[in-house]
């Protein structure tokens, strides 16, 4: 099993930035592919981005490119998704997940923390 706690939402206005963290325990941090992913209200979940255990493969939604940076720390089991020129459309739930490297399979989920954008 692998827990993963999130921190780092909240309220910030249009063109701020926030950088989200996820925990991760329970299992080798270095064996996970991990991801963020989002869901706004009335919408299904997307994926925002994605990276591989070592950090040197990433991947991202259109959407986010440019603006949003997902990175990891295996030292401290912890990875990052440092979001800049925030949008009212970034507004959503984010999750962390995690899955076997080399898959793009998640198979643990957080419990999600807010990000709340106005314009």
């Known amino acids: 099993q692998v827990q993963l706690v999130e921190s780092g939402g909240g309220l910030v206005q249009a063109g701020g930035s926030l950088r989200l963290s996820c925990a991760a325990s329970g299992r080798t941090f270095i064996n996970l592919a991990m991801g963020w992913f989002r869901q706004a209200p009335g919408k299904e979940r997307e994926f925002v981005a994605g990276i591989s255990w070592s950090g040197s493969n990433t991947a991202y939604a259109d959407s986010v490119k440019g603006r949003f940076t997902i990175s990891r720390d295996n030292a401290k089991s912890t990875v990052y998704l440092q979001m800049n020129s925030l949008k009212p459309e970034d507004t959503a739930v984010y999750y962390c997940?995690?899955?076997?490297?080399?898959?793009?399979?998640?198979?643990?989920w957080g419990q999600g923390t807010q990000v709340t954008v106005s314009s």
């Open positions: 997940a995690a899955g076997p490297v080399g898959t793009t399979i998640y198979n643990y």
